[in-house]
């Protein structure tokens, strides 16, 4: 059988933690500690009714001078923030398109 998943808490000052759900104690997370942006993984919505798929590629390259090369990976919900705390990503950019109600 396969991983059952994991809760993520924080504290203010305190940090991230994340927990497997098959009972094992809590382990402190870290934020990305990339400093090469060619090897940091970029995050961006999944969905494309939220988010400007072009902006974020145009930002990307443009505004921040970013020549990532990692794959682009597409998530949502609050997910994004746990799997970004344990450094499965480095960048989250979110432009929401005008018709958008998030």
Same mark, same amino acid.
């Given at each position: 059988?396969?991983?059952?998943? &994991?809760?993520?808490?924080?504290?203010?000052?305190?940090? @991230?933690?994340?927990?497997?759900?098959?009972?094992?104690?809590?382990?402190?997370?870290?934020?990305?500690? @990339?400093?090469?942006?060619?090897?940091?993984?970029?995050?961006?919505?999944?969905?494309? $009714?939220?988010?400007?798929?072009?902006?974020?590629?145009?930002? *990307?390259?443009?505004?921040? *001078?970013?020549?990532?090369?990692?794959?682009?990976?597409?998530?949502?919900?609050? $997910? *994004?923030?746990? $799997?970004?705390?344990?450094?499965?990503?480095?960048?989250?950019? &979110?432009?929401?398109?005008?018709? &958008? *109600?998030?």
């Amino acid at each position: 059988m396969g991983q059952s998943g &994991c809760l993520f808490s924080a504290l203010i000052g305190e940090g @991230t933690y994340m927990e497997s759900l098959d009972g094992s104690s809590p382990v402190k997370v870290n934020d990305s500690l @990339t400093e090469n942006t060619d090897e940091a993984s970029f995050f961006e919505s999944y969905q494309a $009714a939220q988010s400007s798929y072009d902006l974020s590629t145009h930002s *990307k390259s443009k505004i921040f *001078k970013l020549s990532v090369k990692a794959p682009l990976v597409r998530i949502d919900s609050k $997910a *994004k923030y746990g $799997a970004l705390s344990r450094d499965d990503g480095a960048i989250y950019l &979110c432009f929401p398109i005008p018709t &958008c *109600k998030l």
